[in-house]
């Protein structure tokens, strides 16, 4: 009898695969894809392996209708595409295009092309005509190419803005690598077997003076609003060190209004921050904002009916606290958000991170923000004011103050209480009418705030911390410009013995904000009174509540 020799891979394979790269993102971090495709013995068709979910899986059609645009049809044969490590969960339309021109190059019988087609990371969704759309995830994927050491990256047109500002912040690295961005799947392959560029864009560095509407016009700023003395003061300590802040006060009093306008004080991000707010927003949208591409912080402002996975996010989305990546967290009514999403914040508030964990996934969320909060004295609203009476009775009072836990409050560095004026409606009315009243007004504290992070930048960067909002409890000694003596004493003097250490330790990192804002080299004891009576127990005791109710 004689025996079969058993089938070699050769026999299996009716072509040699070709692989192509691309990548998917998990939260802030990237994984490399390749992908092969080739022939099998088997029924007709295309068979997507290795742990693709349906955005991913649906692609093969897109695939296969934009080839036929081309000319370019399948064989009636059985074709594989896998997808590796076959671990990695993918999911996004990134895998279009790779798929594609892995698939163009099996289609090609041996034809060589251009340029080395393994050495390139592909990522674009195809539309059914060949069209190249964009995608999520571009920033995360120029750094995984970079760090890889491919000789490029191939896009849609439409994402070469994002990464033309990548290239531009993170110090030269990004320009290394080449990066074109094409319209269509016709373009690419041209480009491929023919080294035709016609149709191609490449990287280019972004003029920022052309975005008018991202310089300054995102945000409203504060020359169209009254500002008190020490509301301004609130301000520029808030803009300066970064710190965390809690708006109470009557309806009217201007929370909201003021928290909408703070953001125009911050500077542009630095080259750290903004790459990372960029990876972050990338995942969660194909277009990144202008305003975001130009530098401008961010500002979110999430409804109180959000849910914990809005706000802190999921493995594949960021959430709000995520997307305020080095700007601004606004949480209006704030003890109107559910209690355990408050209580999930402390640990975010303290460490910057978001941990999200799942059965079988966890995944990590960049969260630097300065938290801005906002909320009225009791339900009615007017509990403390000067032009309504209080309408609640103790109980309400009692239980609306309670939604607000303790620890919460005290990793909230100011505490600040709106002033309300008596003036007449149209006294206020005239005042906004004047045109000298405010002209520049942004400006100055603006550069006020610069002037603030200038002067503690050295001292900071000495010690590890970018903000004084990050300055640990080990270097506020050497930080406060005083003596270890005469330190122990301002401190003994300026707080309570009821005072825990975290509000101690709140309270000095405000204090040094306020002698950064004066040019002082030491903390005063005058930092030191107001950045107490900017704590949970000193603005509690300033609007006459009982001390643990």
Known sequence: MSQTAPETVETLWEGAPTAVHTAACDAMDTALLRIECGFVRGFAGMQVIGNALDVSRDGKERVRAALESLG?????????????????????????????????????????????????????????????????????????????????????????????????????????????GFESLKSVLAWLYEGDLDGAQSLKEPDFR???????????????????????????????????????????????????????????????????AMRIYSVAAERLPAGLLAGRPPFR???????????????????????????????????????????????????????????????????????????????????????????CVYTRLLAYRQRLSGPILDRIDVHFNMPETSEATADLFLKLHDPAR????????????????????????????????????????????LSPSRFETLVNESFPKSASRRSVIRSLRVARTLADLDGEAAIRSADLGLSWSWTAEGAARSRGETIGN
Not at 245 to 272: E, H, V, W
Not at 312 to 339: N, S, V
Not at 458 to 481: M, Q
């Open 72 to 180: 370019l049809h399948l064989p009636a044969r059985r074709l594989v595409v896998s997808l590796t490590p076959a671990d990695v969960k993918k999911d996004g339309s990134q895998l279009d295009l790779p798929v594609a021109v892995s698939l163009a190059l099996l289609l090609a019988e041996g034809r060589e092309p251009h340029v080395r087609p393994e050495r390139w990371l592909f990522a674009a969704e195809l539309g059914l005509g060949g069209e190249l759309r964009p995608v999520r995830g571009v920033v995360s994927f120029a750094l995984a190419a970079l760090a890889a050491g491919l000789d490029g990256l191939v896009i849609a047109a439409e994402n070469l803005s994002e990464v033309s500002v990548l290239a531009a912040v993170d110090g030269g690295r990004t320009k290394r690598m080449q990066v074109l």
């Open 210 to 276: 052309r975005r008018p509407a991202a310089e300054g016009s995102d945000f409203p700023d504060f020359d169209d609003m009254i500002l008190e003395p020490t509301l301004e003061r609130a301000a520029l300590v808030v803009a300066a060190g970064m710190h965390s802040i809690l708006l109470r006060g009557a309806p009217g009093t201007g929370k909201s209004m003021f928290s909408a306008r703070l953001a125009s004080l911050l500077p542009r991000l630095g080259s750290q921050e903004h790459v990372e």
């Open 301 to 391: 402002a999430p409804h109180h009916q959000a849910s914990a996975a809005a706000i802190l996010g999921t493995p594949e989305h960021p959430g709000e606290i995520a997307l305020a990546h080095g700007g601004i967290l606004f949480l209006d009514e704030l003890p109107e958000f559910r209690r355990d999403l408050l209580e999930s914040l402390r640990e975010p508030l303290e460490t910057g991170e978001v941990r999200v964990s799942r059965s079988r996934r966890k995944v990590l969320w960049r969260a630097r923000s300065i938290l801005i909060a906002a909320c009225n004295n009791c339900p009615c609203g007017w509990f403390g004011s000067v032009r309504k009476t209080c309408s």
């Open 438 to 481: 405010s002209e520049g007004r942004t400006h100055r504290l603006a550069a006020a705030v610069a002037s603030a992070r200038a002067y503690g930048a050295a001292r900071n960067e000495a010690v590890g911390a970018r903000y004084n909002r990050d300055l640990t409890a080990e270097h506020l000694v050497s930080v406060s410009g």
